[in-house]
């Protein structure tokens, strides 16, 4: 069965109309009180929804409040240098997502006369804004009926309308995003995306639902059947690859430390690290040209990515002789580290430099 007859199948005599009345209302009167949410600036909830992306809403708040009132403007985001937005950015993690909110944004200054597109056709073609974040932000800020199909969304409407396609192949993605085309309020499609969104993260959760406080609990399938705790259905993830690391804080004969960017693109593109070696490349006592003497390990420090795991020795080590040979390396003075956006992993190193 097709998509398109598959989602008219499932919505088939579901009373649509009452559903949404019903989230809609329980949204007004029970949302959150959240920074984004003061206006329907189209600027604010794109950076709010870059943000919320793999990341929890209290972590979210005070990155989302400090970002704004860096670059309270596009116009200041499209002219900030990027080390500076990714030092704002520090500590949410998945840095791409900083990366390419800026290159999007200077490109709506320069194209669209820094007013963020209101249609999908040019919205869509922005860096890093793909089909979840252009229907957030269509509906939110300008009162589209444009589906916004998020993990939160999908598991609700899975038990709402008992959907059992795996929500890990991205073809469920597209189902949904249909289900929720056939469900939209056309007058309230802010509040419907939004009441989708929030009753997953409060109520709708992932383990122990709160069914009895669900504000849509007699439309609910899986609850009436008794299935809400087995759906949604998900694949398991891919084992993570481990990879080891010798990491070393280095420090010459006038108390500057050895740090370096990291390649442009990739993982961490441009932030700032203590010198990572892979173990198996280690070559004791030597590291970018230099001849060093090494005090010894301080910690063992271990960072889970999405689809990898770093193992890091952290060693301590003084230079004897020698120059960086190394591009994008450099000592820099201790006070001056704290200047510089590091990721998560290498933040956790800064208390051994002294």
Request: net charge negative; aromatic share 10%.
């Amino acid at each position: 069965m097709k998509r398109n007859e598959l989602a008219d199948e499932i919505v088939k005599d579901f009373p649509a109309e009452d559903f949404r009345e019903s989230l809609i209302r329980w949204f007004k009167q029970e949302q959150r009180t959240l920074p984004w949410r003061e206006n329907q600036d189209p600027y604010r909830i794109w950076v709010s929804e870059i943000m919320l992306q793999q990341t929890k809403v209290e972590t979210v708040i005070p990155y989302f409040e400090q970002f704004i009132r860096k670059f309270p403007t596009l116009e200041d985001l499209a002219a900030a240098d990027e080390q500076d937005v990714l030092k704002a950015w520090e500590g949410l993690g998945y840095y791409s997502r900083a990366r390419n909110l800026q290159t999007a944004v200077r490109e709506v200054v320069s194209s669209y006369n820094a007013a963020v597109p209101d249609t999908v056709e040019e919205i869509s073609s922005l860096k890093g804004v793909g089909p979840y974040t252009q229907g957030a932000i269509l509906s939110i800020a300008y009162d589209q009926p444009v589906p916004a199909v998020d993990g939160n969304v999908m598991r609700v409407l899975s038990r709402i309308l008992l959907v059992d396609e795996d929500i890990a192949k991205q073809s469920t993605r597209k189902l949904f995003e249909l289900l929720v085309s056939r469900t939209i309020s056309t007058d309230d499609p802010s509040s419907f995306n939004q009441g989708l969104m929030e009753l997953g993260a409060i109520v709708c959760t992932p383990k122990s639902p709160s069914c009895l406080l669900c504000p849509v609990q007699e439309y609910c399938r899986a609850f009436h059947e008794g299935v809400e705790a087995e759906l949604p259905v998900k694949s398991s993830k891919k084992t993570q690859k481990v990879l080891r690391y010798r990491t070393y804080i280095v420090e010459n004969e006038r108390g500057e430390v050895l740090v370096e960017k990291r390649p442009e693109e990739g993982l961490l593109a441009n932030l700032w690290q203590y010198p990572m070696v892979k173990e198996e490349e280690v070559q004791e006592g030597s590291l970018y040209g230099l001849e060093m003497e090494e005090k010894g390990m301080v910690d063992r420090i271990k960072h889970t990515f999405s689809h990898l795991i770093w193992e890091m020795e952290v060693h301590r080590a003084f230079v004897l002789s020698g120059d960086v040979q190394k591009e994008r390396a450099e000592f820099v003075s201790k006070e001056l580290l704290t200047d510089y956006p590091f990721p998560v992993s290498h933040q956790k190193i800064h208390p051994y430099v002294g």
